[in-house]
């Protein structure tokens, strides 16, 4: 269930999405649920109330080390 939440004084729609998700590659879905918001800039007044979608968590990719070729 998406979530609302407010920006802080200076946010970034990427600041957002690091300190709620955790990772910076979800601009893209945030700003498909907030129309109108790029019109804001990209500094956000303070107090904007942002729509979080919901989003999977991404899946651990297991790390593989080759000692020989």
């Known amino acids: ?3 609302t939440v407010s920006s802080l004084q200076g946010d970034t729609v990427d600041r957002l999405c690091q300190r709620h ?3 910076t590659d979800l601009v893209v879905q ?3 649920h907030n129309p109108g918001l790029c019109a804001l800039g990209p500094r956000l007044p303070s107090a ?3 729509v979080l979608p919901d989003v999977a968590s ?3 990719t297991p790390r593989v080390i080759e000692l020989w070729r």
Do not use: K
Request: zero cysteines.
């Open 48 to 50: 904007t109330p942002v």
């Open 1 to 3: 269930m998406p979530r």
């Open 58 to 60: 991404p899946s651990p």
């Open 30 to 32: 945030v700003l498909t």
């Open 21 to 23: 998700y955790g990772r």
